[in-house]
């Protein structure tokens, strides 16, 4: 099968696709790969690589899009990237739809065959694809925010570990997942004061048992959460629901309460945020202030460090391609109902129920229509 990476155009985002070990896996297994001039190169991986993987080196993005019967990118599609979709061509991705009506639109006319990896599961309902770059951006926002809490980026002026006979910073955590545990990993290791939200009393247990006196449990709905809110210098929102719209949990009149100079960095953005007052930025300008509280809502986070993030995005993604790849998308995705589930829109149809929900559009069973 022939197999097309393009460069990622989105501002500041310099993940690729495939890493170099990624594409000898496939040429070896006689599948044909088409890389983009210079499409890896800022993350580290040069043509010369590719080309030793069995790679080919294309210059123009349009001729991968003609040739290739798989499109494997990071990020989402953007609109001129959607114009070059082909009908009953398989987009492999990022996608999160629920917060992109045009896109999901523009990929439903294309009559493209769109995983997403956001929305593919395992076993234990967890979320294998987006499970490296929910931790990678974890770690990253509390890197951020502690950045943003300095005088100069127009933060308190807070060193959030603190100093010798000086108290540390107040950091809650809005969701126990992946994202909010890797947050904690580095929030803790700062020494700052350290509370997750969560609703699910059994995870709050595994984090008390992964943290001991390190983390300060809240269930959600049991706290007085104005209150907490307020007393934060800085809040990590990692709240998710699988392929639909993140909750607002925090509303705009809540910011009047919260000290002057705190941060919150929105790692939900990408599913529209959830923080009432969150916007997506870009790494070249990703804070902007609403009611003296810094925002910091980044929507390609991990981008920000794309060496990193590509190797660890390909060592997750690389099985589900290979069987792609291998079998043909119709058996790869009627064998394993995990992966199946990864399926957003088919040949004009959206077949993610959530997607479908937030749009009003119908939907359709995927398992019915491959």
Do not use: W
């Amino acid at each position: 099968m022939k197999i097309g990476v393009p460069k990622e155009i989105k501002p500041q985002e310099n993940r690729i696709g495939l890493t170099p070990d990624s594409v000898k896996k496939l040429t070896s297994n006689g599948h044909e790969v088409l890389v983009e001039n210079n499409g890896g190169f800022e993350a580290g991986f040069e043509n010369e690589h590719y080309i030793s993987a069995g790679a080919k080196i294309i210059d123009k993005a349009e001729d991968i899009f003609n040739d290739a019967e798989i499109i494997v990118k990071v990020k989402e599609p953007l609109s001129n990237e959607v114009k070059m979709i082909k009908e009953n061509q398989i987009v492999f991705t990022y996608l999160h739809l629920a917060a992109a009506k045009e896109l999901t639109e523009g990929l439903v006319k294309s009559k493209s065959i769109c995983i997403a990896y956001e929305t593919v599961t395992d076993n234990n309902r967890r979320l294998p694809l987006l499970a490296p770059m929910s931790a990678v951006a974890g770690r990253m926002s509390v890197q951020a925010g502690a950045h943003c809490l300095e005088k100069n980026q127009k933060g308190r002026g807070l060193l959030l570990g603190g100093a010798p006979g000086v108290e540390g910073g107040t950091v809650v955590i809005l969701g126990g997942g992946v994202v909010g545990e890797n947050a904690a990993i580095i929030a803790t290791g700062m020494r700052a004061k350290v509370h997750i939200v969560d609703k699910s009393e059994k995870r709050l247990q595994e984090l008390s048992k992964m943290f001991g006196d390190k983390i300060i449990p809240e269930l959600s709905g049991k706290n007085d959460f104005n209150n907490l809110i307020a007393s934060a210098d800085l809040v990590i929102g990692g709240v998710l629901i699988p392929g639909a719209e993140a909750p607002k949990l925090i509303t705009k009149p809540m910011l009047k309460n919260m000290k002057r100079g705190s941060v919150i960095v929105d790692v939900a953005i990408d599913q529209g945020g959830c923080v009432e007052t969150s916007k997506p930025t870009t790494h070249a300008e990703p804070t902007y202030i609403v009611d003296d509280v810094v925002h910091y809502c980044v929507a390609n986070m991990p981008g920000g460090v794309p060496r990193t993030s590509t190797l660890a995005l390909n060592r997750a993604t690389l099985p589900f391609l290979m069987k792609l790849a291998d079998n043909g998308y119709e058996k790869a995705l009627k064998e394993d109902k995990n992966f199946l589930e990864g399926l957003n829109v088919f040949k004009g149809e959206v077949t993610y129920e959530a997607v479908a929900k937030t749009f009003g559009l119908p939907f359709s069973d995927p398992i019915k229509v491959i």
